[in-house]
């Protein structure tokens, strides 16, 4: 078992930052490969980004390329998310995810452990 807890959100104005961070617990993270979903009112839950704790292989949804940043840190077991120029539709609940399966990285479903998510709100 996986225990994820996401803390960082907020609200912020356009153009501005936030960085999102997921503590990790249960397991050694090491075959794991670690993944942000948002999901804003009315919608569908969507990949962010996501990366191979062993090796840093990270991956972004076309939304967010260029201004998140995935990243982990092992001593701290602790996934992280930098968000700059944020705009009004990154507004949603942050998701932080985890699954050993190396498959499939952008469907959320494949994703066994959920953290209970952390708001973001970006005001015009």
């Known amino acids: 078992q996986v225990q994820l807890v996401e803390s960082g959100g907020g609200l912020v104005q356009a153009g501005g930052s936030l960085r999102l961070s997921c503590a990790a617990s249960?397991?050694?993270?090491?075959?794991?490969?670690m993944a942000w979903f948002r999901q804003a009112p009315g919608k569908e839950r969507e990949f962010v980004a996501c990366?191979?704790?062993?090796?840093?292989?990270?991956y972004y949804a076309d939304s967010v390329k260029g201004r998140f940043t995935i990243s982990r840190d092992n001593a701290k077991n602790t996934l992280y998310l930098q968000m700059n120029s944020l705009k009004p539709e990154d507004t949603a609940v942050y998701y932080c995810?985890?699954?050993?399966?190396?498959?499939?990285?952008?469907?959320?479903?494949?994703?066994?452990?959920w953290g209970q998510g952390t708001q973001v709100t970006v005001s015009t």
């Open positions: 249960g397991r050694s993270l090491s075959t794991y490969v």
């Open positions: 990366i191979r704790w062993r090796g840093g292989e990270s």
């Open positions: 995810a985890a699954d050993e399966v190396f498959t499939n990285l952008r469907v959320a479903g494949q994703y066994d452990y």
